[in-house]
């Protein structure tokens, strides 16, 4: 069974950096279209990032562009978010999601399988 676990949230201060991490387990990262997304209390879940299944290719949502930065490491089968110049509307809950079709990257209905969730705040 597919499973996956996120680490590297904390509290970092505005201007920060951070790298998240999600592991996958039960499965093989290269071979799912992966997905970051975040949720903020009383906001609708936000896409934040993707890397399709072959070509690698990614793509960001309009407020992370040119301060995040997504990849996948194929010897850890881990998805990662390096996350810099943080701001304290970054502040949320972040999560890992695999999509098992071949669904476009950003609506969350795409995604079939989730992660539990990782805190990220920033402080102003």
């Known amino acids: 069974q597919m499973k996956l676990e996120e680490s590297g949230g904390g509290l970092v201060q505005a201007g920060g950096s951070l790298t998240l991490s999600c592991l996958v387990t039960?499965?093989?990262?290269?071979?799912?279209?992966m997905g970051w997304f975040r949720q903020a209390p009383g906001k609708e879940r936000e896409f934040v990032a993707s890397?399709?299944?072959?070509?690698?290719?990614?793509v960001y949502g309009d407020s992370v562009k040119g301060r995040f930065t997504v990849s996948r490491d194929n010897a850890d089968n881990t998805l990662d978010l390096q996350m810099n110049n943080l701001m304290p509307e970054d502040t949320a809950i972040y999560y890992c999601a695999a999509d098992y079709g071949w669904g476009l990257p950003q609506p969350a209905t795409e995604y079939d399988l989730w992660g539990q969730g990782t805190q990220v705040t920033v402080s102003s």
């Open positions: 039960g499965g093989t990262v290269s071979n799912f279209n």
């Open positions: 890397v399709r299944r072959i070509s690698g290719n990614t």
